[in-house]
């Protein structure tokens, strides 16, 4: 078994001075893993997101001591229990070679704030993974890797991707999104568990879960009012954090973006002119028809909000979730 930690420091505009981990599979670092004795080096993890995250790589298959190279594995079986067997050689079951190297590492992995994997992978794949019957035909129904069923058993809030969708911006924003709300809400409530911590998190994360779902950010508000203040703490931080996660773990539409905005240029309308605000209103409304991209009334917003804004509204996660330099919001 081995983990290869991979550390950088980021350059600017880290949140909260804390390092943000993220797993990720080893054939992506370029580490020469695979079966066939290659890897899968990502350009986008290595040269674009490393600036921001610190990666902890592990390849289970060869942590297995499947060797490199080594015939390729695939799932058999049912597909509710899928088995790990070598293409060249089904009898040979390897399920619990994979799953007694994978438990205790992934047991280690309580620290992360997302994960990063390879597709198409028996072990690592997010999704639609075959699983072979008898009769030598796949299923129609597909399912996870190995590794990554145990690790979203193990942390189901982990935000996890396979690195192909990256490559699609709406995808890319809101993994990245999900990476740093999870960071936040470890070091913002885990470090101080406390009902006024969750408060103040959902106080700033207001705007973010409206761009998402503007029924579970009330909802989740609600559970907060509607706590006593003898309640158990631990069951509700849980439950409050595995909605949160679920409440914003699709991309947030385009329509939702503009409420959004509108909602926070109402907080300018005492300290901005109305000609100017009716210019932004005219920006909001260009990107509901596409014509520009979010960045553009994003960026304008945040100008007159940083000028004129109220510390409510300033400290608003939705106006900084991650590091601008990432130039996210220029794809939406
Ligand atoms: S996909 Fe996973 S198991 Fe396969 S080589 Fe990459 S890290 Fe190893």
Same mark, same amino acid.
């Given at each position: 078994?081995?983990?290869?930690?991979?550390?950088?420091? /980021? +350059?600017?505009?880290?949140?909260?001075?804390?390092?943000?981990?993220?797993?990720?599979?080893? %054939?992506?670092?370029?580490?020469?893993?695979?079966?066939?004795?290659?890897?899968?080096?990502?350009?986008?993890?290595?040269?674009?997101?490393?600036?921001?995250?610190?990666?902890?790589?592990?390849?289970?298959?060869?942590?297995?001591?499947?060797?490199?190279?080594?015939? /390729?594995?695939?799932?058999?079986?049912?597909?509710?229990?899928?088995?790990?067997?070598?293409? @060249?050689?089904?009898?040979?079951?390897?399920?619990?070679?994979?799953?007694?190297?994978? @438990?205790?590492?992934?047991?280690?992995?309580?620290?992360?704030? =997302?994960?990063?994997?390879?597709?198409?992978?028996?072990? %690592?794949?997010?999704?639609?993974? +075959?699983?072979?019957?008898?009769? =030598?035909?796949?299923?129609?129904?597909?399912?996870?890797?190995?590794? /990554?069923?145990?690790?979203? +058993? +193990?942390?189901?809030?982990?935000?996890?991707?396979?690195?192909?969708?990256?490559?699609?911006?709406?995808?890319?924003?809101n993994f990245i999104l999900r990476v740093f709300a999870h960071n936040h809400f470890r070091n913002q409530v885990d470090t101080q568990p406390t009902l006024g911590s969750l408060m103040n998190f959902h106080r700033d994360y207001k705007y973010v879960l409206m761009a998402h779902s503007q029924s579970e950010y009330k909802a989740l508000g609600r559970l907060l009012a509607e706590t006593k203040p003898h309640q158990n703490i631990d069951n509700l931080r849980d439950l409050y954090f595995q909605r949160f996660m679920q409440a914003i773990s699709k991309p947030a539409s385009r329509s939702n973006h503009c409420n959004v905005l509108l909602h926070i240029l109402g907080y300018l309308k005492r300290s901005v002119d109305g000609e100017v605000r009716r210019d932004i209103a005219d920006i909001i409304d260009r990107y509901r028809r596409g014509e520009v991209n979010l960045a553009t009334p994003l960026t304008l917003i945040k100008h007159y909000v940083q000028r004129f804004g109220s510390h409510y509204v300033q400290t608003q996660r939705y106006l900084q979730p991650y590091p601008s330099v990432l130039g996210l919001s220029n794809q939406l």
């Open positions: 078994m081995k983990i290869i930690t991979t550390c950088k420091q /980021t +350059k600017s505009e880290k949140v909260d001075n804390s390092e943000i981990k993220v797993g990720i599979s080893a %054939c992506l670092l370029g580490h020469s893993v695979r079966y066939n004795g290659g890897h899968s080096r990502s350009r986008l993890c290595l040269e674009e997101l490393s600036e921001h995250f610190s990666y902890r790589s592990f390849c289970p298959e060869t942590a297995a001591g499947f060797g490199v190279p080594r015939p /390729t594995l695939r799932l058999t079986g049912e597909i509710s229990a899928p088995r790990l067997v070598f293409s @060249n050689n089904q009898q040979q079951d390897v399920t619990e070679q994979l799953v007694n190297a994978i @438990n205790p590492v992934i047991g280690t992995l309580a620290d992360l704030d =997302g994960y990063i994997l390879m597709k198409n992978s028996p072990s %690592c794949g997010m999704e639609r993974i +075959k699983v072979y019957q008898d009769n =030598g035909y796949p299923h129609t129904r597909r399912t996870q890797g190995l590794f /990554t069923a145990a690790l979203q +058993k +193990k942390h189901p809030n982990l935000p996890i991707e396979e690195e192909g969708r990256l490559n699609d911006a709406r995808l890319k924003e």
